[in-house]
């Protein structure tokens, strides 16, 4: 069990950076696979970025490629998502999502998933 806890949600303009914080606790932090996954209203939860155990290989959503960049440090429990050049279209529920061991991309292979930041881009 992990238990995620999400943060650094609000408001920025447009072309400006935020970054998100999710925290982590139960089991050894490192043996989970990270991402981050974000829902605009009335669209489906959409993958945004992916983390190994120990952040040695990522990867992103092709919309957020050159902007987004996600990390972790597994001696704080605790995996970010920096926010730049972020875009009215970027606005959404971003969630933090962990899977046990394997590097997946799918909403539904994640099991565990915490409660949302809103993030708000104004143009």
């Known amino acids: 069990q992990v238990q995620l806890v999400e943060s650094g949600g609000g408001l920025v303009q447009a072309g400006g950076s935020l970054r998100l914080s999710c925290t982590a606790s139960?089991?050894?932090?490192?043996?989970?696979?990270m991402g981050w996954f974000r829902q605009a209203p009335g669209k489906e939860r959409d993958f945004v970025a992916v983390?190994?155990?120990?952040?040695?290989?990522?990867d992103y959503a092709d919309s957020v490629k050159g902007r987004f960049t996600i990390s972790r440090d597994n001696a704080k429990n605790t995996m970010y998502l920096q926010m730049n050049s972020v875009k009215p279209e970027d606005t959404a529920v971003y969630y933090c999502?962990?899977?046990?061991?394997?590097?997946?991309?799918?909403?539904?292979?994640?099991?565990?998933w915490g409660q949302g930041t809103l993030v708000t881009v104004s143009s």
């Open positions: 139960g089991r050894a932090f490192s043996d989970y696979t």
């Open positions: 999502a962990a899977n046990y061991g394997s590097f997946v991309y799918r909403a539904l292979d994640y099991a565990y």
């Open positions: 983390i190994s155990g120990v952040g040695i290989t990522t």
